[in-house]
């Protein structure tokens, strides 16, 4: 179970950036084509890689915003894609 520690919370920025990096538009409303479109472009866009894991003195990043600006791979954990489309409210705008 994951408690509200090991939640991590992306910014409506890191979220335009996130979905920019995708190549993917922002959408009005979270819908399951949209969730589809999402997943897709994360998964041809955003690599799984876990070899900085076992580099001396790499640290692994657990925070949206690096797998944003720094084009970090993403490890098992990170690699999970529609963080721009889960709000409490359940929309984008």
């Known amino acids: 179970m994951i408690s509200d520690s090991q939640v991590v919370v992306m910014t409506r920025s890191d ?7 995708l190549g993917v538009n922002w959408p009005g409303r ?14 041809e866009r955003i690599p799984y890689e876990n ?4 580099l ?4 692994i990043s657990m925070k949206p ?10 490890v098992c954990a990170a690699q999970t894609p ?12």
Do not use: M, N, W
């Open 30 to 43: 979270p819908t399951v084509e949209t969730l589809f479109q999402i997943q897709r472009a994360h998964v």
């Open 65 to 74: 915003s690096h797998s944003v600006s720094l084009f970090q791979p993403g």
């Open 82 to 93: 529609c963080r721009a489309c889960d709000t409490p409210q359940g929309t984008l705008d």
């Open 51 to 54: 070899i900085d894991g076992y």
């Open 56 to 59: 001396e003195g790499h640290l």
């Open 15 to 21: 979220a335009a950036k996130y979905l920019e990096r």
